[in-house]
């Protein structure tokens, strides 16, 4: 199956520092991509759609200002947790949709953020 | 709303099978995922099936869809160890957005 890499697998920051995910397909091309949260024994929520060359659409609840999206490319869209705090210490999750089959979405092996 | 569910938990032997079962609610799903996730992993795509088929047989892994009923099963034939994850079903809703279950924990007995 298509590969898609985020980076980095873990990271600790500092409260009130910025953090960036980054997420990039590999062998496809992506017009749209996913970021999830994960919190410990449950399922995924999903944050945000994040479509190439226009703004990301997200989901009720989550603060646009706070997680930033990004989609430059067509193969890498970020996420920045802006002055991050101990309560958004998670598993983040980004997919990515292969836009010639628009079927499959296809998962990072996920960051895991620890909010000090 | 949409909203899909499954059990909490399974636990199998070696060489049994296992069955993983969800149920959902948006009757427009097109397609329905199936996705593994191994402790502090990502998601692995394992098989999906488009909303027009019954049947779907990849390898030792069987889905079977209900649409009537909107029921949705995995299973998997002679369960290994390194099968014991957390099992995902998903389905694609009209936006074009998946929707997860909770997660079903399969646990492998040696």
């Known amino acids: 199956g298509a590969v898609v890499s985020q980076h980095p697998s873990r990271v600790i920051c500092k409260s009130g520092t910025s953090v960036k995910i980054e997420c990039r397909s590999l062998?496809?091309?992506?017009?749209?991509m996913f970021w999830y949260r994960q919190f410990p024994k449950q399922s995924l929520m999903l944050m945000a759609t994040s479509n190439e060359g226009s703004k990301a659409t997200y989901e009720q609840g989550v603060e646009k200002d706070k997680f930033l999206i990004n989609h430059a490319s067509l193969t890498l869209s970020t996420l920045t947790v802006t002055s991050a705090h101990p309560e958004d210490s998670s598993f983040y999750i980004c997919?990515?949709?292969?836009?010639?089959?628009?079927?499959?979405?296809?998962f990072g092996q996920g960051t895991r953020l620890t909010v000090v | 709303g949409e909203d899909v569910e499954q059990s909490l938990f399974l636990s199998v032997r070696e060489g049994d099978s296992s069955v993983i079962n969800c149920t959902y609610t948006d009757s427009s799903s097109t397609y329905l995922y199936w996705y593994k996730q191994e402790p502090g992993a990502g998601l692995q795509l394992l098989t999906y099936i488009f909303s027009n088929m019954d049947m779907k047989q990849d390898q030792r892994l069987t889905v079977l869809l209900n649409k009537k009923d909107k029921h949705l099963s995995l299973r998997i034939a002679d369960t290994q160890t390194g099968d014991s994850a957390i099992y995902f079903c998903a389905e694609n809703n009209a936006g074009n957005m998946l929707t997860f279950g909770g997660g079903t924990r399969l646990m492998v007995k040696p």
């Open positions: 062998d496809f091309q992506a017009t749209t």
């Open positions: 997919s990515a949709r292969d836009r010639r089959t628009n079927t499959e979405a296809f």
